[in-house]
């Protein structure tokens, strides 16, 4: 489903990016993690185009995201993302923020879009809350909707940038709940956490980061297990202590 | 002699036209300006350097002249450009257009740096076009937040129209003035000009403070 081969990004003489390949296929979760700065967040913006990249390639269900002739817009609006901070249009109402994407990229009648949109909330428990304003709601019921105005578009895949960072810890759950929920019901999913409970429930694979490489890529197990290289073994240790 | 306030209703007609005249040229200079400015806004906010560079120099040039001398200046350059005669008002017009257009291109600028960045990305990455992103998500909100700025201006604009007076422009202070020398009765003609703008104005800017607190986001 996404394929990235050796894939290098610079920001001037600075390498974010080096030589990283990954393959998630139709259905896998993939947890991203590594820590702060070491290019977790640019790799996966690489997988929709947010981020340019230099060198290598990128496929999402066979489209080359890098390609000049590649219609982003709309490889995009088959991708759904999730940002570290909700990202939600202030100035629209709940249910406006998940149906008015449908309407305006994918031509859906407006009441097909709230149709959609309602069945979601209701799906995130928050059916209460559509026409409240994105201000007006906690950070976690927040983040479930911007996971509700990514799904609605009917995405191939789903893409999570540290989903759960910016929230208190008693909404931490209620999201990962959420997430949980959608890799079982067979999501591809990329996911940069360091909810580590997370990636056992539900992780596949565990890809591990340090200074713009990927330095681990192993199944759930085996990471968890005995990961090979030094660098994660310290990584794991540190964020697994407490 | 005393204050006479027949002199006024006898010729109420007449500087309610000017009135008129005075809100139309500040409309239409506010209408004008806001899309020209948020085009050079646009602009100037591009990453190819050529465009920024032309909109940006527009802005800084307009900015450095007195607006009383862009409006002698298009009032004697339109007419050798359009290559015939045109009447005052219609030069003033372009005057004013093309000079707020430099100040609303600031505001909406500052307004758009003002939205969150991730706004942008978030936008882009439901499937967006850019343009898409601008029109949908970053102007509303961009609008909101220089609302008070961009209304503050249209007073000052509003005041500011009774500079045609030296092209001879008909506006409300225009008018007063002539009505004032035909009947002889400055005083109680510009009073009357000073108490409409004060209420005028001042309305005007209750209802950006309320507005401000209603769509503060």
């Known amino acids: ?242 | 002699m005393g204050f006479d306030v027949g002199v006024l209703l006898q010729h109420k007609e007449l500087l309610f036209q000017g009135l008129i005249v005075s809100f139309q040229l500040t409309l239409s200079a506010i209408v004008g300006g806001m899309l020209i400015g948020t085009c050079l806004a646009m602009m100037r906010m591009s990453r190819i350097w050529i465009v920024s560079a032309l909109a940006g120099g527009y802005v800084n040039f307009l900015r450095s002249l007195p607006l009383i001398l862009v409006i002698f200046w298009f009032y004697v350059l339109t007419p050798k450009i359009v290559g015939h005669p045109i009447d005052a008002y219609s030069s003033v017009l372009i005057a004013f257009i093309l000079f707020e257009a430099a100040y609303y291109c600031e505001i909406i600028r500052a307004g758009i740096s003002s939205v969150k960045r991730g706004q942008v990305q978030a936008g882009l990455a439901m499937g967006f076009s850019y343009l898409s992103v601008m029109r949908y998500v970053i102007l509303p909100q961009a609008l909101r937040n220089m609302l008070p700025v961009l209304l503050t201006q249209a007073i000052i604009m509003f005041q500011d129209t009774s500079i045609v007076y030296v092209v001879g422009v008909r506006d409300f202070l225009t008018t007063a003035d002539v009505v004032a020398n035909s009947t002889n009765r400055p005083i109680e003609l510009y009073t009357m000009v000073a108490i409409t703008y004060l209420v005028i104005c001042f309305a005007a800017s209750q209802l950006v403070s309320r507005l401000q607190r209603r769509y503060a986001l």
């Open chain 1, 1 to 242: 489903m996404i394929e990235m081969r050796h894939v290098s990004k610079w920001y001037n003489v600075f390498r974010v990016l080096d030589d990283c390949s990954l393959t998630i296929s139709k259905g896998e979760v993939v947890v991203i993690c590594g820590p702060s700065g070491s290019g977790k967040s640019t790799l996966i913006k690489c997988m929709n185009g947010l981020e340019a990249f230099q060198k290598g390639e990128v496929f999402v269900d066979g489209i080359s995201v890098g390609a000049r002739s590649t219609n982003l817009p709309k490889l995009r609006s088959r991708i759904g993302m999730v940002f570290q901070n909700f990202e939600l249009f202030p100035h629209m109402n709940v249910l406006k923020n998940i149906a008015l994407p449908q309407i305006k990229i994918l031509n859906r009648s407006r009441a097909e879009a709230e149709a959609r949109a309602e069945k979601l909330l209701a799906r995130m428990g928050l059916k209460a809350q559509a026409e409240k304003f994105p201000a007006q709601l906690s950070g976690g019921q927040q983040q479930r909707v911007a996971i509700a105005r990514a799904l609605a578009m009917d995405p191939v895949a789903m893409l999570f940038d540290e989903p759960t960072s910016a929230l208190d810890p008693e909404m931490i759950n209620e999201v990962l709940d959420v997430m949980v929920a959608l890799a079982q019901d067979g999501m591809t999913m990329a996911v940069v956490t360091h909810e580590m409970g997370f990636a056992r429930r539900v992780a596949n694979r565990v890809v591990f980061m340090d200074q713009g490489a990927i330095v681990e890529d192993a199944a759930k197990e085996e990471f968890f297990g005995t990961p090979r290289s030094d660098r994660a073994q310290q990584f794991l240790s540190k964020i697994l202590t407490h």
